[in-house]
């Protein structure tokens, strides 16, 4: 596609329940990020896929949190028996390898976790 | 470790300059990123800088790098209420080009 999509754009989950955020980056970039913005916040980085290379997943907070991507294209993020503190925007970005020319993000999902 | 910082507002008049500045830790960073980031939207990637630069134009935009004193700054001319956004810089270190850091974001707010 033209841009990194993400849906759902907004999301309201009961405390408890399991969330699944999609990411569906620039066909050709092989590098996925998910990071996570909280409400004046900067961008917490959460993982990193580099085609079929093990995951970074040195930023994901908790257990609760898994993300896996499938034939390199499509990420799936997903948060497990989700709290309050999990409200956030997540964004989606992709890139070429290295992501030396920056990279293209998502508009993001909204998460609110009541 | 890795830590950018930036303040987190500015306020400059219509038709002003404004300058946005950022301090990061890393000096093996290689590359350093402005991101805009418009209400409701994801970022979007305004300008790079290589360590081996000391400015970079492109238009309205100019980014200045000290490396000296590891700063980075993001000079908007002629700003326009359009330019109202928060502003991230982003550092890359070298050998970890897998991701980025940034900082907490420069909300600009331009006044009429």
């Known amino acids: 596609g033209a841009g990194v999509s993400q849906s759902p754009s907004n999301k309201v989950t009961e405390k408890g329940k399991d969330v699944e955020l999609r990411c569906d980056p620039i066909s050709g970039h092989t590098a996925l990020y998910w990071y996570r913005q909280s409400l004046g916040q900067g961008l917490e980085f959460l993982i990193y896929f580099q085609g079929n290379s093990a995951p970074d997943k040195s930023g994901l907070p908790s257990d609760r949190f898994s993300a896996e991507r499938t034939g390199g294209s499509v990420s799936t993020l997903t948060i497990q028996r989700t709290q309050q503190e999990d409200s956030a925007v997540y964004l989606c970005?992709?890139?070429?390898?290295?992501?030396?020319?920056?990279?293209?993000f998502g508009s993001g999902t909204r998460l609110t976790v009541v | 470790g890795e830590d950018v910082e930036q303040s987190l507002f500015l306020s400059v008049r219509e038709g002003d300059s404004s300058v946005i500045n950022c301090t990061y830790t890393?000096?093996?960073?290689?590359?350093l990123y402005w991101y805009k980031q418009e209400p409701g939207a994801g970022l979007q990637l305004l300008t790079y800088?290589?360590?081996?630069?000391d400015m970079k134009q492109d238009q309205r935009l100019t980014v200045l790098l000290n490396k000296k004193d590891k700063h980075l700054s993001l000079r908007i001319a002629d700003t326009q209420t359009g330019d109202s956004a928060i502003y991230f810089c982003a550092e890359s270190p070298t050998g970890s080009a897998r991701q980025l850091t940034f900082g907490s974001g420069t909300q600009l707010t331009v006044l009429p």
């Open positions: 800088i290589f360590s081996n630069m």
């Open positions: 890393d000096s093996s960073s290689t590359y």
């Open positions: 970005a992709s890139s070429f390898p290295g992501g030396r020319y920056g990279y293209t």
